[in-house]
């Protein structure tokens, strides 16, 4: 276990500062921007989820079929 966890963290991680190697740029900017992107992409997924359910729900109460005008 050891062993996969030390190749990993020699010859993976590394993934952020190369990249700021190639951009000029800092490592720990690259990594921020990389956490900022994930919590954006999950809060907008979220968010389009739930409104689409609340467009749903509302078209379901607007656009309901009443056989009679008692059923309101």
């Not at 190369?18 to 907008?44: E, H, K, N, P, W």
């Not at 379901?60 to 309101?72: E, G, I, N, P, Q």
Request: net charge positive; aromatic share 20%.
């Amino acid at each position: 276990m050891y062993k996969i966890l030390h190749f990993f963290e020699k010859h993976g991680f590394f993934v952020a500062s190369r990249l700021a190697d190639r951009l000029g740029m800092r490592a720990t900017q690259v990594r921020l921007f990389f956490v900022y992107i994930s919590f954006i992409t999950v809060g907008l997924g979220f968010g389009l989820y739930l409104t689409l359910a609340f467009l749903l729900k509302l078209k379901d109460m607007v656009y309901t079929k009443r056989s009679s005008v008692f059923d309101l």
